[in-house]
């Protein structure tokens, strides 16, 4: 990978946070319930600290950064793009975002692992494990609402 395509997955995640906000804060604003209102207005904050901790990526510059000789991973041929809707029901949003919160995760797992750089690597790996404890949540929630009867 070279200079050029990582500040282009740079600046394509950075677009990708910012929907996710976008999302995140127009499910809070029709959110009737207190709880689901508290959890999206935490994603959505905590999407924006991505989209940050990215800029500050590209501030820097990627000059400085090692890369990988490697063959194209067309990471972003195997994530489908859902349309994002703040019509949906809350379940349907729900699951959306655990959809998305994966496909991130994998998507910052598979640059880790083509980075040469270890600080590279690690920026990747935080960024992964973030998406990760938002999945988790997400899905937890999702558990609850889906399958009621089984409690």
């Known amino acids: 990978m070279d200079a050029e395509s990582f500040q282009k997955i740079i600046t394509n995640a950075i677009d990708s946070e910012v929907e996710s906000y976008t999302f995140y804060k127009s499910v809070a604003d029709r959110a009737t319930d207190a709880n689901l209102k508290t959890l999206f207005l935490d ?3 905590e999407e ?5 901790y990215l800029q500050g990526i590209l501030t820097r510059g990627v000059k400085d950064m ?3 000789a490697a ?3 067309k990471v972003t041929d ?3 793009e859902p349309t994002l809707s703040a019509d949906m029901k809350p379940i349907d949003g729900l699951l959306l975002a655990v959809k998305k919160e994966l496909q991130a995760a994998q998507m910052y797992t598979q640059l880790a692992a083509a980075s040469a750089d270890a600080a590279q690597k690690m ?3 935080q960024l992964a494990n973030m998406e990760k404890g938002h999945k988790a949540r997400l899905e937890d929630i999702y558990t609850n609402m889906a399958y009621t ?3």
């Open 123 to 125: 920026v990747f790996e």
């Open 48 to 52: 924006k600290g991505h989209r940050e």
């Open 149 to 151: 009867e089984a409690w």
């Open 78 to 80: 195997a994530l489908d």
């Open 71 to 73: 063959k194209d991973y």
């Open 66 to 68: 090692q890369f990988v």
């Open 43 to 45: 994603l959505a904050n």
